[in-house]
């Protein structure tokens, strides 16, 4: 049975400006997909993502079900033609949703001591239980102290004027 989402009608975003695939990300990001419940494709929906330290990652829905919706883009040594089209991502709360906050979050604790990965959402950090749980499964084991500065980050840094209630509670 195909797992349901809830569309929006402004989209869901998340927010990640600077922030690149390391190679580190980047297998990581190899494992999450790989372990991921649903269908990670390339950045037009179909075919496979891509995942290298030149081109960053790429990676959209799998367009045939109806689950793709905007190219999730982590930058890699290679700038994006367009550079704001790699500061965000619009995934609608479709399912490719875990697959892309369990990557940011791979992003997040692995510079979490520099402070230099700041990312933000228009979510609360409840709806990132998917991603935590799919980081966890594929990757390790989140500390407590990790948790709480993922969460605070998702919760501070939420950008003025996105919702707080709607399709995330």
């Known amino acids: 049975m195909a797992k349901e989402f809830v569309r929006s009608t402004k989209g869901y975003k998340h927010y990640f400006p600077g922030v690149t695939a390391t190679a ?3 297998v990581d990001a190899g494992k999450i997909i790989a372990a991921a419940g649903v269908t990670a494709c390339g950045p037009d929906g179909q075919g496979l993502p891509i995942l290298n330290e030149f081109e960053g990652i ?3 829905g799998f367009k045939e079900a ?4 905007e190219s999730f883009h982590l930058r890699g040594r290679q700038g994006p033609g367009f550079p704001v089209a790699a500061d965000f991502c619009t995934t609608d709360n479709r399912p490719y949703d875990e697959v892309v906050t369990a990557i940011l979050i791979a992003a997040a604790v692995r510079a979490l001591d520099s402070g230099e990965v700041v990312f933000s959402s228009d979510g609360r950090w409840n709806n990132w239980a998917a991603g935590v749980n799919m980081f966890e499964k ?8 990790e948790k709480l ?21």
């Open 24 to 26: 580190e990300v980047i």
């Open 58 to 60: 790429r990676l959209n």
């Open 66 to 69: 109806g689950e793709a919706y």
């Open 138 to 145: 594929a990757v390790r084991p989140l500390s407590d102290e």
């Open 149 to 169: 500065a993922l969460e605070l980050d998702v919760e501070r840094m939420r950008p003025e004027g996105s919702r707080d209630g709607g399709v995330w509670p």
